[in-house]
């Protein structure tokens, strides 16, 4: 599989942005996606996920300001990112997450920047 992160960019804090990430090369309908994020020295972490049937999960520290959904149709998975704050400022990567803390891919795209400051 091959991902295409986009959507990112320089935000001030309490705006928004949507990310996309293109999936190609495997059965998309069939996986739960999730959105990650990565600032640098610190772990990849887990953002949101959506199944295979719709259904979402978010971390607490952006639940009730972000929307993830998917178009089958498109292959692509979004993130709707609402009252952005500087803490919000990473890299954001999506992948299929599996089992504890796992991804079923191994490797990643390039990956999207959302930086969010004054």
């Known amino acids: 599989a091959q991902f295409v992160e986009s959507g990112g960019g320089l935000v001030q804090p309490g705006g928004s942005l949507r990310l996309s990430c293109a999936v190609s090369?495997?059965?998309?309908?069939?996986?739960?996606w999730a959105w990650y994020r990565q600032v640098p020295g610190k772990e990849r972490e887990l953002v949101a996920s959506?199944?295979?049937?719709?259904?979402?999960n978010y971390e607490g520290f952006v639940k009730g300001r972000s929307i993830i959904s998917r178009d089958n149709s498109k292959t692509t998975v979004y993130l709707q990112m609402n009252s952005l704050e500087p803490e919000d400022t990473a890299g954001y990567y999506c992948?299929?997450?599996w089992g504890d803390g796992n991804t079923y891919f191994s490797y990643w795209g390039q990956g999207t920047q959302v930086t969010v400051s004054t």
């Open positions: 992948n299929s997450p």
């Open positions: 959506i199944t295979s049937g719709g259904s979402t």
């Open positions: 090369g495997t059965d998309f309908s069939v996986y739960t």
